[in-house]
């Protein structure tokens, strides 16, 4: 991290000229040992006179050198005006008793599990960003959390799907056991469907696949586009899903349990030391979001720029128990890359 820098002017005394060098020398060297010694100057502290105009630059400069990469966007995730259902339904219609002043609790709303809906956040969000949500799920839960694009008001009987694009966050798979669906095992964690929780993306056309990789993928990946992640009934749970750019091209990645390094202005770092990260999911001049653009997966591709659809259309949250169960998100930030 560089200090901001800006000249601090004084007037003019010869008779002063070998003080303020003196002061100068001292203030640098200063500077160089509480560097190396890890610590950040906010501002320069001087006896010398100065315009309050530089003073305030230099403050400014060196509040701005220890901004961090995001900017959380304070989204009020609680607020259930900020909620609807499917097909723009208002979810106060259906699911008032859900928020609690400290959590989303989330079932079928009395419904069957076969026609539970869903809660989805009004807005959404694209470009380089990151997601972070926490929750718990409770015996019988079938808990999913995904992304879907604002421009569907509903996700299924549409042609648009899956071209627009969809992450799925955290899927489970009792629900879909239930009603015949069991294609999905548990790669990793020598259980059942309860024991994990799985991400996936999807885009280009229904004849897209990943290449399922046993043995070439590091856990928790199980595909070039999707992965495994452990949980238990009870257990908490925290998500981070970056969306960002390197210099391989742009690129999702989702990481478990992330570090969040809190910064001034409401900035933050989000950091894998300790954490669960899933492979880098990129789309670029040899990929399309992990897989070749050929055949059924070629439909959409942009060469990896501007990185449709990820990248360049709105995804809102989505929230759903398709099973018997409950789950409490506990928290949901939206930071936005500096």
């Known amino acids: 991290m560089t200090p901001g820098h800006s000249e601090i ?3 003019h005394n010869d008779k002063d000229d070998e003080s303020f060098l003196t002061v100068t020398i001292r203030q640098q060297r200063k500077w160089l040992i509480l560097a190396a010694s890890g610590l950040v100057i906010v501002a320069v502290v001087a006896t010398v006179a100065s315009t309050s105009s530089a003073t305030d ?3 400014q400069s060196a509040a701005i050198s220890q901004l961090l990469s995001y900017t959380d966007t304070k989204f ?3 607020d259930i005006r900020n909620w609807q259902g499917d097909n723009e339904i208002s979810a106060t219609s259906f699911a008032s008793s859900a928020f609690k002043p400290d959590r989303i609790h989330v079932s079928t709303f009395g419904r069957p599990f076969e026609k539970s809906p869903v809660l989805r956040t009004t807005p959404g969000w694209k470009g380089n960003r990151a997601l972070l949500i926490e929750w718990t799920s409770y015996a019988g839960s079938d808990t999913n959390i995904w992304l879907l694009p604002t421009s569907l008001t509903s996700q299924f009987h549409t042609t648009a799907w899956p071209k627009c ?7 489970m798979f009792n629900g879909d056991a239930a009603i015949g669906h069991k294609g999905t095992t548990n790669l990793w964690f020598n259980g059942g469907l309860e024991g994990f929780g799985q991400s996936t993306l999807h885009m280009s056309t229904t004849k897209c696949f990943a290449p399922f990789y046993p043995n070439g993928m590091n856990r928790p990946s199980s595909t070039s586009q999707s992965a495994q992640w452990h949980t238990a009934y009870g ?3 925290a998500m981070a899903v970056v969306f960002g750019t390197d210099g391989n091209g742009k690129f999702i990645q989702q990481i478990q349990n992330p570090k969040i390094v809190l910064g001034p202005n409401s900035t933050v770092d989000i950091e894998t030391d300790g954490a669960n990260a899933a492979a880098k999911i990129y789309t670029n001049d040899n990929l399309y ?7 059924g997966c070629a439909d959409g591709y942009d060469g990896g720029s501007p990185g449709f659809p990820f990248m360049t259309d709105d995804f809102r949250l989505i929230l759903q128990e398709q099973y018997q169960g409950t789950f409490d998100v506990t928290n949901f930030k939206v930071f936005v890359k500096n």
């Open 235 to 237: 257990a908490k749970n």
């Open 76 to 78: 009020d995730w609680l």
């Open 165 to 171: 694009g969809e992450y799925d966050i955290f899927e």
């Open 57 to 59: 630059e230099t403050s």
């Open 289 to 295: 979001w992990g897989v070749k653009p050929v055949g």
């Open 9 to 11: 002017p004084t007037p």
